[in-house]
């Protein structure tokens, strides 16, 4: 059955992110006093809004993170991005297909400058035009349901008929709360990982179209 929506989320669906800001995060938290390595980092903070990992980051180090930390952890990210970041492997591929059949938009736990600046960076920004959906948007972050939820009603499609595009535990969670179907893209996160959070999972993104039209 063809899906009424397919909500990606960005970072790691869409962008080839999740290495560089994990990278930059990691370092970062070393600095200020909580060693801590890219896998650490990918493990405890993938998926999550930014206030989110704050939160977690504070509960471990027993005390506030330094003023301007989220300041520098952003500038550090964009600069990256707009030197490194490209597309995630077969999407752009994948795009052109659905573009012609489904409809689409993005839901991310990201902030709404960071989600367009990725999607402006890879050349896909103009693909999802103001379709686009933040954290920002609504009251709880993934794993909640909410911000799926608030883009199935701004698009104006029931969440039975969406299909959501994930890769990490907590957005896997988010959507099946939610009541959407999840397509889990296994590439940081093992498929038993998003397997067990309720995803049917695959790890080429050229599998998608077919992925979307198969039940």
Request: hydrophobic share 45%.
């Amino acid at each position: 059955m063809t899906p009424g929506l397919v909500i990606f989320d960005c970072d790691g669906v869409l962008v080839d992110s999740e290495p560089l800001a994990n990278a930059v995060l990691a370092d970062l938290l070393t600095e200020i006093g909580l060693p801590t390595t890219v896998p650490e980092s990918i493990t405890r903070y993938m998926g999550r809004s930014m206030p989110a990992c704050v939160g977690l980051i504070e509960e471990t180090l027993g005390r506030p993170v330094p003023p301007g930390f989220l300041t520098t952890y952003h500038d550090r990210v964009f600069d990256v991005f707009d030197r490194e970041l490209v597309p995630v492997r077969n999407v752009v591929e994948a795009l052109d297909a659905l573009d012609r059949t489904l409809n689409t938009c993005v839901a991310s736990s990201g902030s709404h400058e960071r989600i367009r600046r990725s999607l402006g960076a890879t050349g896909l920004l103009q693909r999802f035009g103001d379709r686009i959906f933040s954290a920002e948007d609504v009251s709880r972050p993934k794993p909640w349901p909410d911000l799926f939820l608030h883009a199935a009603a701004s698009m104006g499609v029931p969440p039975d008929a969406c299909v959501v595009i994930e890769d990490s535990p907590a957005g896997v969670a988010a959507a099946v709360a939610a009541g959407m179907r999840v397509l889990g893209y296994a590439d940081l996160v093992a498929s038993d990982v998003l397997e067990a959070a309720g995803a049917e999972v695959f790890t080429d993104m050229a599998d998608l179209p077919s992925l979307l039209t198969a039940r």
